[in-house]
């Protein structure tokens, strides 16, 4: 599967200190799992949950789904222990909190010179610092690990001392500043996460404003929350109607060599070409792994 074809609709945290939440996780349906040894792991468990997430990953069992260790930042007495401990783990991401500037990437990138090749970095989008790097951080992409960005608004309400309320106005802005950085070097990016999650309606409303800004994905703090994001973050039957006949309007001889043209009353360019068939690929792998 190619990266870009790869469903990223769901990804769900767990604390690495929760033994059941891990046993739990190999049978949830998250696309997406993310051990985590930082913010929901007490000063006092944080090498106990290194050690049960190193041995949970041993153990397997985790299927397609795509795995990633969220460790502490570099700066913490236990980012580099974290880091060391994950080289030679069988998963896919490494996900880098706390992220101020880019030289907090390459200084994780370095540090995985010999980590296999397969293992991504992932960035949390969630100081104000990194903000105005946003392009800068992205543009990584192309020398280092770095492939996805995950949003991380309890951590950006906490330093701007906003209200995290549902609308999420004051966040708008970055929301589309780091799409639009991750779009533009080719880096995935996936929403923050949703704490009311006992209201599922309050989620679905964040979770549609999350696909309407392009988001690939929301990351999730339960499992109650799977089910409904990841139906939300699905081509629909619409979309994908709409994907088939821009395909095969665009297949017929004559149409050939035209960059625009008429499908079901409204225009269709080639650029609505390249996301039918981008949003075919995903449907396709959804369809593949369920
Ligand atoms: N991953 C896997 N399993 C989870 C889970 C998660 N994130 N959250 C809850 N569960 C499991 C519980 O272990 C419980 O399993 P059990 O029935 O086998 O005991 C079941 O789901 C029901 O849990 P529930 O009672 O509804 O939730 P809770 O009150 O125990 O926990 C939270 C609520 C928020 C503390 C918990 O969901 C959690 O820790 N979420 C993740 C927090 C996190 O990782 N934060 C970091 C990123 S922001
Ligand atoms: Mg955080």
Known sequence: MSDSARPRRSALYMPASNPRALAKARSLPADVIILDLEDAVAPEAKEDARNAAIA????GGFGNRELAIRINALDTPWGRDDLAAVVHANIDAVLVPKVYRPSDITACNAALADAPSRLQLWAMIETCAVVPHLDAL?????????????????????EMRAKLTPERTPFLPILTLAVA?????????????????????????????????????????????IAPCNTMFSPSEEDLAWAHAVIAAFALPENAGKGAIRVDGKMAELLHLEQARQMVAIADSIAAQE
């Open 56 to 59: 949970a990953v041993a153990e």
């Open 138 to 158: 992205a543009a990584l992409a192309a020398g280092t690990r770095l492939s996805l960005f995950v949003m991380g608004v309890n951590d950006l309400a906490k």
């Open 181 to 225: 950085a991750a779009r533009a070097h080719g880096v995935a990016v996936l929403d923050g996460v949703c704490n009311e999650f006992r209201d599922l309606d309050v989620f679905e409303a964040e979770a549609r404003q999350g696909l309407m800004f392009g988001f690939d994905g929301k990351t999730l703090i339960h499992p109650d929350q």
